[in-house]
C-alpha cells in the first residue's frame, strides 16, 4: 500500500511532469517505420474518440508475448554469476582448452563438461538502442546491466559435443536486429529460425559431417563465433568472442548430462507449446479463461449485489477443513467468501482472482485452502479400506533378477496437487517457510506431520512436512539431499522401514521411523489406518452436519420473507374466496324466494282456471244455448285466466333456470371457498414450519445470520462480522483438518512400499523420468504431492522442472504476489494445472519490464492484441486473473472506476496515517482498518506522523537534504536508545541507492545495530516486503 502512495505522488509531482518524454518528430529523424510505430492511425472525423477494438485472439496473443520474451534475454554481471552450484570458470582467453592435451580432469567421484560461452554482447548498449529507436515514455525506467550470452556449448572432457542438444542460442542476439529493423511481428518467428541458426552454428564448428566426433579447437569456436555474428547482423554492437568456458561437475555414477546455460527467457518454450495447443483449439480451461478466450457464466460484484454476496457466504459451500488458528482469530467477511469460491473450484477446472491489497489475509487464505484441499482428498482416501488398493502396477522391468515396479495411482487421489508459485522468490520462500513453521499454528496445538524432517527442511521447528522449495536445480538438489538418500531421518529410510525392507531394529533412536513412532508391522500400519479412517469419518459427519443445518437455515431465512408473502396472498384469496361464496349464496336464497313467489303464483293461476273450468257449460247445453249470455260470459272470463296461466308458467321456469344456474355458481364459489381455505392452510403450516425450523436451529458465538438486518449493516461492520460460523463450528472444522492429515500419515504408513518405489523413481532420480516411465510421470509427482502436499516455484523454473508434464497434470495453481508477474510468466504453470487462485493487487509493486513501453505496445498492436490489456507493466497475472472469475469488485477512482476479482478489504498491517491515505487514493475508501493501535517507541520520540517539507536540491530525484533529514531522524531514535525498526521505501531507484550509500557512509549504524552493512539494503529500498 506504502508503495501505492509514493508512486501516486510522484505521478502528481510537476518533476515528473517535467522528465517525461515527448514522442519524437520527423525533425528527430523519426522516419519510416518508427515514425509509424508514434504517428497515430488518422480516422474519420466521427470516430475520432471510438477506442480501437482488439481482436484478442488466444494464438494472437501468445505469440506477441513470445515476441516479448524473444527481446529479455538472461543476463550476468561476472562469469562467475554462471558458475553456481557444482560450476567452476574456466579462462580460455590465451586459446588454451582444457581437453588440448587429453582429457580434461575432473574432482573425485566426479565427471566433468564444460559450458563454452561463444560469444557475448553487452546488455546496457543493446537496450539503449532499442529506447533510442523507440523511445520510453517511462518516469522510472528498470536499470539493464550486465553481459548476454549469444550462444553456448556444451562439451565432455574431450571437448566433444555432449548430449541431445548441445549448441544453444540466445533468442535476443537474433531479435535484437528485427526489432531495430521494425519487424516487430516477426520476432515471434524464433522457434522457427532457432534450429536453421543452430544447423550452421554447428557446420562452423566443423563437427557435423564427422562420423567419428572430434574434439573442438580454438580455431572452430573463432570460426563459429564470428559467423554467428555476422549471419545475426551483430556487427556493431560490441560483442566478445570466447574467453571462458563454466566447468560443471556431475556424480559419476548419473547417466545425464548437465541442462544447458540459460540463455533465453524462462518462458519461450512454454509459450510455443501452448501456441501449438491454442492453434488446435485445445487450450485447457484455466488459460482459456485466463486468456479470455472463454468468458466467466456471470460476473457478480460483491461490494454492490447483495444476493450475490450471500450466496458466496452459503453454508454448503463452507469447506469442511480449516487451518487451524488461535480462538481469537476469526476470517473477515470477504475472505470467507473468497475461501468458499476456491473450493467451489473443486467441481471443475476454473480459476479465480483475489484481490488482496497488502495485510488483508492473502497468506490465511492460502493456508485455509491447502487445508481444505487436504480434507477433500483424506475422503477420497478414506473409500479404501486398504491404502495400497490406490495404486496399480503401471511398470515393471527384471533387472540382475530384481522385478522393478512403478504404479499409477487411483484417479480419485490426484487432482489435490498444489503448486505455488510467483516471480517473486521471496514470496515463494515466504510461503514455503511459514505454513510448516510452529508459528502457522496456535501455540498449544499438538498437531504434527513428519516433525523431524519438515524441521530438517526449513532449518528452523517445523511441526509438518508441508512445502517442498523445488523449482531451480540447486533448490531440488538440496530437497533430494535431506529428503531422500539413506540419511536416517530421510523419507526413503522411513518408507524402507515402514515397508519392512530395511530392519527397524537397525535404525537410529535419531531416525525418523523412531521420532514419529511408526507402526513396526504392516499389520500395526493397518489397524493405524483403520482406527484414523473411523475418526476422520466421525468429525467430517458431524461437520457435515452442522453445516447441512446451518444451510437448511440459510435456505429458510431465504424462503421465509416469500413465504409469509404467500401466506399475506392466500389469505386475500381467501378472504375474496369466501366473500364471493357468500354473495353467490344470498343470491341463490334471493333467487330460491322467487322461485318459490314464481310457484305459487302459477299455483293460484292454476287453481283459479281449474276453479273456472268447472263451470264451463257442457256440449248439449251449449248446442241449445248456443249463443246464450252465459257461454259467452265464460268465455271472456277463461281466455285472461288462461293468459295469466301461461305468464305464470313461464316466470316460474325463468325463476328455476335461474335458480338451478345461482346454484351451480354457488357450489363452485363454495368449492373455491375450501379450496382457498385450504391453500391458506397449507401456506400457514408451511410458514409456521419453516419458522420453527429457523428457532430450532442455534447460532453460538462469534457468528451471525445473514439476513437482511446482516446486509444492512454499516460498511465496516458487516466486514468484519463472520457469518453462519460461530467458534464451535470453527473449531470442529480445525478438528476436520487434524484428523485428516492423521489420514495422510496412516496412508502413507499403510501404502510404504509402493509410494517408496514411485518417490525413489522421481526424487532419486533427480526429477529426471526416463522416456520408458514418461507415461506415469503424473502419477509420480502425485505421490510425491500426496506425502509433501505444496511444491513452490517461480514461475522462472517450472519450464524446466515440469517441461515434460501433459497439460493439466496437477490439480491446483496457487499464485502469490500476482500484481508482481507480467502477464505471460503464468502460462507454462496454467498449462499443467487445472484450476488457479491467483492472488495480489495490481495497485502495488508492478511487474519489472525493462523493454521500452512504446516497444511493447507496439509489438502487442502487431498482433492485434490489446496494450492495455495484456501488456506489462500495465498489465499483470492478476489483472487478467481477475478478469476471468465469476465475482469481482468495483472501486471508484478519481478518474472513474476500477474492477478487481474476489476482494479483500480488511486489513491488519498499516496504521495511521498511512492506511487512511492509501485507502483513500487506492482503494475507494472501502479498506476496513482492523489493527489493533499499539504503542511505538519510535512514534514516541519522532512523534506523530506527519508531513515534513524539505527545501532543497535534486540531483537524478535523489536530495541530499532529504538524505540528511533521514540522519537525523536516525541519529534522534540513536540517541533515545530506540531500535530502528523500521523500513525506507521510495519509489525511484536513484532515491534508494542515495539513501543507501549515505547511510552507510555516515555510520549512524555502526554499534547500533546487528549488521549495519545489511541493514540499509535491507530496510531501504522500492519494494522491501511487509512494510508496516
Not at 440 to 462: Q, T, W
Not at 512 to 527: F, G, N, R, V, Y
Not at 535 to 551: I, N, P, V
Not at 771 to 788: A, E, I, K
Request: proline content about 7%.
Amino acid at each position: 500500500m506504502e508503495v501505492e502512495v509514493m508512486q501516486t505522488l510522484a505521478r502528481l509531482s510537476p518533476e515528473a511532469e517535467q522528465e517525461r518524454p515527448a514522442p519524437p518528430s520527423q525533425a528527430e529523424g523519426a522516419t519510416g517505420d518508427r515514425d509509424r510505430l508514434w504517428s497515430p492511425p488518422v480516422a474519420p472525423p466521427d470516430s475520432a474518440h471510438r477506442p480501437k477494438i482488439y481482436a484478442n485472439r488466444p494464438k494472437d496473443v501468445l505469440a506477441a508475448w513470445s515476441a516479448l520474451e524473444v527481446l529479455s534475454p538472461q543476463t550476468y554481471d561476472r562469469p562467475i554469476d554462471l558458475a553456481k552450484g557444482d560450476r567452476a570458470i574456466v579462462s580460455i582467453s590465451d586459446g588454451r582448452l582444457p581437453w588440448d592435451r587429453g582429457p580434461a580432469s575432473s574432482r573425485p567421484r566426479q565427471k566433468i563438461y564444460f559450458h563454452i560461452v561463444l560469444a557475448t554482447i553487452p546488455a546496457a548498449p543493446a537496450f539503449a538502442a532499442l529506447i533510442d529507436r523507440f523511445k520510453d515514455s517511462r518516469l522510472e525506467r528498470p536499470s539493464v546491466k550486465g553481459d548476454v550470452v549469444l550462444a553456448s556449448l556444451l562439451v565432455d572432457k574431450e571437448g566433444i559435443l555432449a548430449g541431445e542438444a548441445p549448441v544453444s542460442l540466445s533468442a535476443f542476439g537474433w531479435g535484437l536486429p528485427v526489432a531495430l529493423g521494425g519487424s516487430l511481428k516477426d520476432l515471434a518467428a524464433w522457434t522457427q529460425q532457432e534450429p536453421r541458426l543452430i544447423e550452421g552454428l554447428t557446420k562452423q564448428l566443423g563437427v557435423s559431417s564427422t562420423e567419428t566426433p572430434v574434439p573442438l579447437t580454438w580455431e572452430a569456436l573463432q570460426r563459429a563465433s564470428s559467423w554467428l555474428v555476422d549471419t545475426l547482423g551483430l556487427s556493431g554492437h560490441q560483442v566478445s568472442g570466447p574467453t571462458f568456458a563454466v566447468a560443471h561437475y556431475l556424480y559419476y555414477t548419473l547417466r545425464i548430462v548437465p541442462d544447458p546455460l540459460l540463455l533465453n527467457s524462462f518462458y519461450l518454450r512454454d509459450l510455443a507449446k501452448a501456441r501449438e495447443i491454442a492453434n488446435k483449439g485445445e487450450l485447457p480451461k484455466a488459460l482459456s479463461l485466463y486468456l479470455g478466450s472463454q468468458k466467466p457464466a456471470a460476473r457478480r460484484d460483491l461490494l454492490k449485489d447483495d444476493a450475490a454476496l450471500e450466496a458466496s457466504l452459503a453454508p454448503a459451500d463452507v469447506p469442511l477443513g480449516r487451518w487451524p488458528t488461535p480462538a481469537s482469530h476469526t476470517p473477515a467477511l470477504l475472505q470467507q467468501a473468497a475461501f468458499n469460491s476456491a473450493g467451489r473450484l473443486s467441481g471443475g477446472p476454473g480459476i479465480l482472482g483475489v484481490n488482496g491489497p497488502p495485510g488483508t489475509g492473502k497468506s490465511t487464505l492460502l493456508r485455509d485452502i491447502v487445508a481444505d484441499l487436504l480434507t477433500r482428498r483424506a475422503t477420497a482416501m478414506c473409500a479404501f479400506t486398504d491404502p495400497t488398493q490406490a495404486f496399480k502396477v503401471g511398470w515393471t522391468k527384471r533387472a540382475k533378477g530384481e522385478t522393478q515396479e512403478l504404479h499409477a495411482l487411483d484417479a480419485s487421489l490426484r487432482g489435490f496437487e498444489m503448486i505455488v508459485a510467483s516471480s517473486n522468490n521471496k514470496a515463494v520462500e515466504n510461503v514455503s517457510a511459514e505454513m510448516p513453521s510452529m508459528q502457522a499454528i496456535p501455540g498449544d496445538s499438538l498437531l504434527r506431520y513428519f516433525a523431524p524432517l519438515a524441521s530438517d527442511l526449513l532449518d528452523r521447528e517445523a511441526w509438518g512436512l508441508m512445502t517442498a522449495v523445488l523449482g531451480n536445480a540447486s533448490n531440488r538438489s538440496a530437497f533430494r539431499k535431506k529428503f531422500w538418500g539413506d540419511s536416517p531421518r530421510s523419507l526413503e529410510r522411513y518408507l524402507k522401514q515402514v515397508s519392512g525392507i530395511a530392519p527397524r531394529e537397525d535404525g537410529s533412536p535419531e531416525g525418523l521411523a523412531e521420532l514419529c513412532s511408526a507402526p513396526s508391522t504392516p499389520k500395526e500400519a493397518q489397524d493405524r489406518w483403520e482406527r484414523a479412517r473411523k475418526h476422520f469419518k466421525q468429525l467430517s459427519s458431524a461437520c457435515s452436519t452442522r453445516l447441512s443445518q446451518l444451510e437448511n437455515l440459510r435456505r429458510a431465512l431465504i424462503q421465509l420473507p416469500k413465504l409469509r408473502e404467500e401466506e399475506k396472498a392466500k389469505r386475500q384469496q381467501h378472504l375474496e374466496a369466501s366473500s364471493h361464496a357468500n354473495q353467490a349464496q344470498s343470491l341463490l336464497a334471493a333467487l330460491v324466494r322467487d322461485t318459490q313467489t314464481a310457484t305459487l303464483a302459477l299455483q293460484q293461476c292454476e287453481t283459479a282456471l281449474s276453479h273456472h273450468a268447472q263451470k264451463r257449460p257442457s256440449f248439449f247445453s251449449l248446442r241449445r244455448l248456443f249463443g246464450a249470455q252465459s257461454a259467452k260470459s265464460w268465455e271472456v272470463t277463461h281466455g285472461p285466466l288462461k293468459h295469466q296461466a301461461d305468464i305464470a308458467k313461464t316466470a316460474r321456469g325463468i325463476a328455476v333456470e335461474a335458480q338451478s344456474k345461482a346454484d351451480g355458481l354457488a357450489r363452485a364459489a363454495g368449492q373455491q371457498a375450501v379450496i382457498a381455505s385450504q391453500e391458506l392452510e397449507k401456506a400457514s403450516k408451511k410458514r409456521e414450519a419453516t419458522e420453527q425450523q429457523c428457532h430450532e436451529v442455534q447460532i453460538g458465538a462469534g457468528a451471525h445470520v445473514l439476513d437482511e438486518h446482516f446486509l444492512s449493516l454499516p460498511h465496516e461492520q458487516k466486514q468484519l462480522a463472520v457469518p453462519w460460523l460461530d467458534s464451535e463450528l470453527q473449531k470442529l472444522r480445525m478438528e476436520v483438518f487434524e484428523a485428516a492429515m492423521e489420514v495422510h500419515r496412516a496412508f502413507i504408513d499403510a501404502a510404504a512400499k509402493p509410494l517408496l518405489h514411485n518417490i525413489n523413481a522421481l526424487v532419486g532420480g533427480n526429477f529426471n523420468i526416463p522416456p520408458d516411465r514418461q507415461h506415469l510421470s503424473g502419477h509420480l509427482w502425485s505421490s510425491l504431492f500426496l506425502v509433501v502436499p505444496v511444491i513452490s516455484t517461480t514461475f522462472a523454473s517450472v519450464e524446466r522442472m515440469l517441461g515434460r508434464l501433459p497439460q493439466e497434470t496437477f490439480g491446483w495453481l496457487l499464485v502469490d504476489e500476482a500484481g508482481q508477474a507480467t502477464p505471460q510468466a503464468v502460462v507454462g504453470a496454467l498449462l499443467r494445472c487445472q484450476r488457479a487462485v491467483v492472488v495480489g493487487d495490481p495497485q502495488q509493486v508492478e511487474p519489472v519490464v525493462p523493454l521500452p513501453d512504446v516497444l511493447t505496445a507496439a509489438v502487442l498492436r502487431e498482433f492485434d492484441a490489446d496494450p492495455d490489456k495484456f501488456g506489462a507493466p500495465n498489465a499483470s497475472v492478476q489483472t487478467l486473473a481477475d478478469e476471468a472469475g465469476d465475482y469481482c469488485a468495483t472501486f471508484d477512482t478519481a478518474g472513474g472506476f476500477r474492477t478487481v476479482g474476489s476482494p479483500l478489504l480488511v486489513h491488519r498491517r498499516c496504521a495511521s496515517p498511512m492506511f487512511e491515505i492509501s485507502n483513500t487514493i487506492a482503494y475507494g475508501g472501502l479498506m476496513v482498518q482492523a489493527k489493533p493501535p499499539k504503542g511505538s517507541s519510535i512514534r514516541d520520540v519522532l512523534g506523530n506522523s506527519h508531513w515534513i517539507d524539505v527545501l532543497g536540491s535534486a540531483r537524478d530525484k535523489f536530495s541530499p537534504e532529504e538524505g540528511q533529514q533521514l540522519l537525523l531522524f536516525l541519529r534522534t531514535l540513536r540517541n533515545n536508545a530506540v531500535l530502528p525498526d523500521l523500513y525506507i521505501v521510495t519509489p525511484f531507484v536513484a532515491v534508494q541507492d542515495g539513501l543507501r550509500e549515505l547511510v552507510k557512509q555516515d555510520g549512524v549504524l555502526q554499534g547500533w545495530v546487528e549488521n549495519a552493512s545489511k541493514w540499509p539494503s535491507e530496510r531501504i529500498g522500492t519494494d522491501t516486503p511487509r512494510v508496516s
